[in-house]
């Protein structure tokens, strides 16, 4: 079974299939790791996740992008809807 994501463009609703049957803590995790390239120690917890990405960030020294979560997220949708979802989210985010 799919989920799907409703998501609305400037003059429409669209309709994007997400490849993933179920989106569960496993599942976020494995996408955080991907987006992030987390180490191979990462816990698949949301307190190493906090810790990992703290270090990241502070790295950085600037806030991270949700660009790479979305590009995993987005990572089987045609390239044509994953265009609509990136414009509206630069229409109202920063996307890095």
């Known amino acids: 079974m799919s989920k ?5 463009t400037k003059d ?9 049957s179920e989106m569960n803590k ?3 995790h494995q996408l955080l790791d991907k987006a992030y390239h987390f180490p191979d120690y ?3 917890n949301l307190d190493a996740a906090d810790e990992i990405l ?3 960030a502070e ?7 949700l660009r790479p979560l979305f590009e ?3 990572a089987e949708a045609r390239p044509e809807k994953r265009e609509q979802v990136w414009a509206l989210l630069r229409d109202y985010f920063e996307v890095g």
């Not at 799907?4 to 609305?8: A, I």
């Not at 429409?12 to 993933?20: E, G, I």
């Not at 790295?59 to 992008?65: A, F, I, M, V, Y």
């Open 72 to 74: 995993q997220l987005l």
């Open 12 to 20: 429409h609703y669209n309709t994007f299939v997400k490849s993933h």
């Open 4 to 8: 799907t994501l409703f998501y609305y």
């Open 42 to 44: 990462h816990g698949q």
């Open 59 to 65: 790295e950085s020294e600037t806030p991270l992008s």
């Open 26 to 28: 496993a599942t976020f």
């Open 54 to 56: 703290s270090d990241m």
